[in-house]
């Protein structure tokens, strides 16, 4: 069982309580980058409770045996818990935090958290997090620009990518991988946008795999038999030669 890494956006604090701690490896998990090699789980007893505040990216990875949970959402305020609204972010956003910045923008995106939806306050607020670096920012620009919901367009969108990518945010590698394969908003490098897709892969991203599969079958590049997924070599994304390089 996974669960992806994410924030509590809803809650204020979070605790959970392990039911059955002996009884798996792995479990929930703190992510300190957006690089999955950050990860640092938790080790709890049967008598401990781990309390988080909403601004901790966190996710669960049950590498084997099975995980019960008993998980609190707590708001700061009985009217925050009655209106099913997070006031949390607006200060903080307000006073610059990149963080709040991004949770707030996401939330008029989303019209979530008893925040109306608003495109362009949402944008506003996404872009203001990105514009400090904020990697999850960087790529939700880069999604916009692909859908128009922000201006550029596929070269716009290539470029955030390529900033959150390079930070580690496994999506952006894929996408930025697939925008170097097929030549959208970037000049066509297939050797590039196989590293990027291999890069992707090692973090689990699922869709990086199948195309590098597809890659392959077509001969783009060759997988070697019996190199692992995550094998790298020589500080290489990938051991292949690369082929056809302007069809496939």
């Known amino acids: 069982m996974a669960v992806p890494s994410h924030y509590d956006r809803l809650a204020y604090i979070t605790a959970v309580a392990s039911l059955n701690p002996t009884d798996f490896d792995g479990g929930l998990y703190l992510q300190r980058s957006p690089r999955a090699e950050s990860r640092e789980y938790f080790r ?5 409770m781990i309390f988080h505040q909403y601004d901790l990216n966190h996710g669960v990875d049950v590498i084997d045996g099975s995980r019960y949970s008993a998980v609190f959402w707590i708001t700061d305020t009985i009217h925050s818990c009655q209106a099913d609204v997070a006031p949390w972010y607006r200060a903080p956003a307000e006073a610059g935090s990149a963080d709040a910045q991004d949770a707030l923008g996401r939330l008029y995106l989303s019209n979530a958290e008893g925040v109306p939806r608003d495109q362009e306050r949402g944008m506003r607020w996404v872009q203001a997090a990105a ?14 620009c692909q859908y128009g919901d922000a201006a550029g367009g596929a070269e716009a969108a290539a470029s955030w990518f390529a900033r959150a990518a390079a930070a580690g945010i496994a999506s952006s590698q894929y996408e930025i991988g697939v925008a170097y394969v097929n030549g959208d908003g970037v000049k066509m490098d297939r050797r590039q946008g196989i590293e990027w897709l291999w890069l992707a892969m090692q973090q ?23 190199q692992s997924d995550g094998e790298a070599e020589g500080g290489a994304a990938v051991r292949a030669e690369q082929r056809n390089k302007d069809e496939v």
């Open 204 to 226: 689990g991203h699922a869709q990086a795999k199948a195309d590098l599969r597809a890659l392959a079958d077509a001969g783009v590049f060759e997988w070697t038999d019996g």
């Open 131 to 144: 514009e400090q670096g904020h990697s999850p920012a960087e790529h939700t620009m880069g999604i916009a």
């Open 44 to 48: 709890t007893g049967s008598r401990d």
